[in-house]
């Protein structure tokens, strides 16, 4: 992403919710989803709703069934 960028062109970048979670995806792990705990390659992504029905992501390392909230 470009430096020195307006409030416009940000929400245009990322005008959609799964646009935003996808870039900060690439940010958290750039060579591709890993375990935060151990390390692992084999982490699966899902989506389940909140308290509020609000879907978020979730990723599970197959591995050491340790997992984390992406939103």
């Known amino acids: 992403m ?3 960028q ?3 062109e940000v929400v245009k970048r ?3 919710e799964a ?3 996808s870039h900060l995806e690439r940010i958290r792990w750039p060579h591709g989803l890993e375990c935060l ?3 692992g390659k084999r982490v699966i992504k899902f989506h389940a709703k909140d308290k509020t029905g609000k879907e978020r992501s979730l990723y599970e390392c197959v591995d050491c ?3 984390a909230s992406g939103s």
Do not use: A, G
Request: net charge positive; with cysteine; charged share 35%.
């Open 2 to 4: 470009k430096k020195d």
């Open 6 to 8: 307006t409030i416009f």
């Open 14 to 16: 990322f005008n959609t």
């Open 19 to 21: 646009r935003c979670v």
């Open 37 to 39: 705990h151990c390390k």
């Open 65 to 67: 069934r340790y997992w």
